[in-house]
């Protein structure tokens, strides 16, 4: 039998589940699974829903999503989330990868050392994607939109790895919490339409 990944995102709580089974039932179904994976600061932290482990965190490392976590509290993980690593979005090297921001004042600014700091995750083990990957994500994206590049969630990165990092050949991997919209500078359409080609190609499932 094939062990299980789940990928929880940062949705607000999916009501159609509770015709099927209560808040802290969900709950527990994520937990029971063989690795956990969440993203960034965990919003929905605290609610019963979302079950209590993490195992992998990925988080942003850069622009003002990650200023953001980088501040005192951004990033107030409750003990028993405490990840066991974290994996960032870019270092040094790779951040000029992802499409710029003008909008944004902290655009190409890198806050990975504060962040983990916030979180109380210093001293974990941390890794970052890797240049090829990030370039994939950007051109399944820009692909998805007719050619123009946009920058990737988080969650549509952590999948992505998933899916695709031989460490995580040999799970089954689930997601839930998403609902695909959110801050306008993301391609949602696309990377909805992205996540159901792989549900067709039985690369992952719904929970």
């Given at each position: 039998?094939r062990?299980?990944?789940?990928?929880?995102?940062?949705?607000?709580?999916?009501?159609?589940?509770?015709?099927?089974?209560?808040?802290?039932?969900?709950?527990?179904?994520?937990?029971?699974?063989?690795?956990?994976?969440?993203?960034?600061?965990?919003?929905?932290?605290?609610?019963?829903?979302?079950?209590?482990?993490?195992?992998?965190?990925?988080?942003?490392a850069?622009?003002?999503?990650?200023?953001?976590?980088?501040?005192?509290?951004?990033?107030?993980?409750?003990?028993?989330?405490?990840?066991?690593?974290v994996?960032?979005?870019?270092?040094?090297?790779?951040?000029?990868?992802?499409?710029?921001?003008?909008?944004?004042?902290?655009d190409?600014?890198?806050?990975?050392?504060?962040?983990?700091?916030?979180?109380?995750?210093?001293?974990?083990?941390?890794?970052?994607?890797?240049?090829?990957?990030?370039?994939?994500?950007?051109?399944?994206?820009?692909?998805?939109?007719?050619?123009?590049?946009?920058?990737?969630?988080?969650?549509?990165?952590?999948?992505?790895?998933?899916?695709?990092?031989?460490?995580?050949?040999?799970?089954?991997?689930?997601?839930?919490?998403?609902?695909?919209?959110?801050?306008?500078?993301?391609?949602?359409?696309?990377?909805?339409?992205?996540?159901?080609?792989?549900?067709?190609?039985?690369?992952?499932?719904?929970?």
């Open positions: 039998m062990k299980r990944l789940i990928v929880v995102g940062n949705a607000p709580r999916p009501r159609h589940i509770w015709q099927r089974m209560t808040p802290a039932r969900f709950g527990r179904k994520i937990d029971a699974f063989d690795v956990v994976v969440r993203c960034n600061e965990i919003k929905n932290r605290n609610k019963p829903w979302i079950g209590e482990r993490t195992d992998v965190l990925f988080v942003r850069e622009g003002s999503p990650a200023h953001r976590m980088s501040q005192p509290g951004g990033m107030a993980i409750p003990p028993s989330m405490r990840p066991g690593r994996i960032f979005s870019c270092d040094e090297n790779s951040r000029g990868l992802y499409p710029s921001n003008p909008d944004d004042p902290h190409g600014m890198i806050f990975r050392e504060a962040i983990l700091e916030s979180g109380g995750l210093t001293g974990l083990p941390v890794a970052t994607l890797s240049v090829s990957e990030i370039r994939s994500v950007i051109g399944l994206l820009a692909e998805a939109s007719g050619g123009t590049p946009t920058i990737p969630s988080m969650g549509l990165l952590a999948i992505h790895h998933v899916t695709t990092a031989p460490e995580f050949t040999d799970f089954e991997v689930w997601i839930a919490g998403f609902k695909w919209r959110g801050w306008i500078g993301h391609n949602w359409e696309g990377e909805r339409a992205i996540i159901e080609k792989w549900r067709k190609e039985r690369r992952l499932r719904f929970l």
